[in-house]
């Protein structure tokens, strides 16, 4: 069972806004991720980083930007939230670097008005 | 280039049947790990497996059955006796050896009917 949670679960915020979605694990994992995807639909790679100072971004492109000061959070902002954001956003970690298995939070579900 | 597919977008059965999800991948990388999730409604994606390419031995656990064949670049998974519990998005997942970066297929929603 994968120690890895976020907040918050659910976020419904007007367009303008500056947001930041929580995730921490407790697991001492190097390596940590974040997803967006629409629901049922596939997951995008925005963000991760292999370490503290480590950011990289991912395939998708994101108006998101992340940091990670802390081996065990990496909160992802929104400067300025617009509906286009809209989506179920899931972060994820794993062991380190190499071919290890992602274990995954509940997801924030934000919706954008 | 690394690609994972998955054909079935939607699979619907009814309870106590068998079902197989079909994942067929492309990569150039001779080493590399496979992966099934398990997505429910509530959204969590639950971790079910990791294979690597050097072991093509077929796995079973409980009700849930992975088969491994590189010689067709697929790795299906199939529930037995499918329970209503069983109703998620599925998806495949690969990653190269060298990195962690894992790239998902679209995902199979099964619905298991009482």
């Known amino acids: 069972e994968a120690d890895i949670y976020q907040t918050p679960r659910y976020l419904v915020i007007g367009t303008g806004k500056k947001i930041t979605l929580e995730c921490s694990q407790t697991m001492g994992h190097d390596k940590m991720y974040w997803y967006q995807q629409d629901p049922g639909m596939e997951l995008h790679l925005i963000h991760y980083s292999y370490g503290v100072n480590s950011t990289e971004k991912g395939d998708l492109s994101s108006e998101s930007t992340v940091s990670r000061i802390r081996t065990e959070h990496f909160p992802l902002t929104l400067e300025s939230a617009r509906p286009s954001h809209t989506s179920q956003y899931l972060c994820a970690s794993s062991r380190n670097k190499y071919q290890e298995t992602q274990y995954f939070g509940p997801g924030t579900r934000l919706l954008v008005l | 280039a690394q690609k994972v597919t998955q054909a079935q977008t939607e699979i619907s059965v009814v309870e106590k049947e068998d079902v197989t999800l079909d994942c067929v991948y492309e990569t150039r990388d001779t080493t590399y790990y496979l992966f099934w999730y398990k997505q429910p409604p509530s959204g969590e994606l639950v971790f079910l497996i990791r294979?690597?390419?050097?072991?093509?031995q077929n796995e079973i656990s409980g009700r849930y059955s992975w088969n491994f064949q590189k010689s067709t670049s697929s790795f299906n998974f199939t529930i037995t006796a499918s329970q209503v519990v069983d109703s998620a998005v599925y998806f495949c997942a690969l990653s190269p050896y060298n990195n962690n970066d894992m790239r998902f297929g679209a995902g199979t929603r099964l619905t298991v009917k009482p």
């Open positions: 294979r690597n390419s050097f072991d093509e």
